[in-house]
């Protein structure tokens, strides 16, 4: 009898153990409000509407890992977007468009995955050094369209190494596949492309306050990705050739630095982007942006940011935004907060709304159609995460 009680405890403890080994964790965040925004639509009025994923997209989901000893670890995530307001997938109405992916990682040397994935743009630079990840400005902070991928750029059948943290600095490559026979990198002159490729490189090194990071991203084809990675009809293009306004390549490269010194934190951050055309026209994008935000208390957070967006080629038209942010934390998981953003657009075109429908972006997220260069949003809203 005693053999089989200690038999069984003997069991039951390695199956503890083995049961300790793995994990399974469930996450999400829920972000809603009230925005005004001015300019909005015919005549020049004003919008007040319910919205949600400003200071971050609402959403859920699992990730885990199981030990498989020697350091050495399966991973997967799998993550779901979705509007709160209507209870409406996000991300074109993928289940997991936010992020799907598997694979190992190992101690000391980093970690390899496979599936849907953000690029380094999003990583390094979006996630750290632009207003939109820094305060609750958001996807408000993000800059126009979000052209240069700072939010939104998750790469679809993607392989993606990520470097373990060697004294401070990480690195990786990533690359999507297009899935399309014969063509490796998407379809090299077509306007009915039928797959979308990408490849993405980062490195970002932090020393104690201060922190430096650089990321490349470039997808082929970007209307073709799923769900569509870049949707915009770019003016200029011949209506003869059948592919007028076709995006053919969408590339961003980027540098960022922030420096924390007692209570704030101040950041600065320059892209660069090419949208080039299959007839050949080509639209470059600059963004300059600085800010910072101070804790005034443990609770109470306020933030400041400047951009200076700029369109050549096409356009040549530029933008100026002012983003202010009061944000206060309830609890570690629940904070509330206001949110103001300022936006002056200038270019060939005779007003903001003419120039904005020119090369498809709008201000603040909103395309005004009164003719108006400037827009106002101001946003309350409450964030929960669990």
Do not use: C
Request: aromatic share 12%; proline share 2%.
């Amino acid at each position: 009898m005693n053999k089989k009680v200690l038999a069984t405890a003997i069991l039951a403890s390695f199956a503890g153990a083995a049961h300790a080994q793995s994990s399974v964790t469930l996450y999400g965040l829920i972000d809603a409000g009230v925005t005004y925004v001015n300019h909005a639509g015919t005549g020049g009025k004003d919008l007040v509407q319910f919205g949600d994923g400003v200071a971050q997209g609402s959403r859920w989901g699992l990730r885990g890992s199981e030990d498989l000893g020697g350091g050495l670890k399966a991973i997967f995530n799998l993550e779901n977007g979705f509007n709160v307001g209507t209870g409406a997938l996000g991300q074109g109405s993928s289940e997991f468009g936010r992020q799907a992916y598997v694979g190992l990682t190992q101690d000391g040397v980093g970690s390899l995955t496979l599936g849907r994935q953000y690029s380094f743009s999003t990583d390094y630079l979006g996630g750290s050094y632009a207003n939109g990840g820094q305060t609750v400005a958001g996807n408000y902070g993000y800059h126009i369209n979000d052209i240069d991928q700072l939010t939104s750029s998750r790469i679809s059948n993607a392989v993606k190494f990520n470097s373990a943290n060697f004294y401070g600095l990480t690195f990786g490559a990533m690359y999507g596949f297009s899935n399309s026979a014969g063509a490796f990198q998407g379809a090299p002159t077509t306007a009915s492309n039928s797959g979308s490729s990408a490849y993405s490189f980062g490195l970002n090194y932090v020393n104690g306050p201060f922190g430096i990071g650089a990321a490349y991203t470039d997808i082929r084809f970007p209307a073709s990705a799923t769900p569509a990675a870049f949707t915009t009809t770019v003016a200029g293009s011949s209506s003869t050739t059948g592919a007028a306004g076709v995006v053919k390549d969408l590339a961003t490269a980027g540098v960022g630095a922030k420096y924390s010194i007692g209570a704030a934190t101040m950041w600065a951050l320059w892209t660069h982007t090419n949208i080039e055309q299959i007839v050949g026209h080509m639209t470059t994008f600059n963004a300059y942006e600085a800010g910072a935000k101070y804790a005034f208390t443990p609770a109470l957070t306020g933030a400041l940011g400047y951009t200076y967006m700029q369109a050549k080629d096409l356009t040549n038209g530029h933008w100026n935004q002012v983003d202010a942010s009061v944000d206060y934390a309830l609890s570690k998981r629940t904070d509330v907060y206001l949110l103001g953003v300022f936006q002056d657009a200038k270019g060939k075109a005779s007003n903001g709304a003419a120039l904005q429908s020119q090369i498809g972006v709008s201000t603040s997220s909103y395309l005004p159609t009164a003719g108006a260069d400037t827009q106002l949003a101001v946003r309350v809203g409450i964030r929960h995460k669990f």
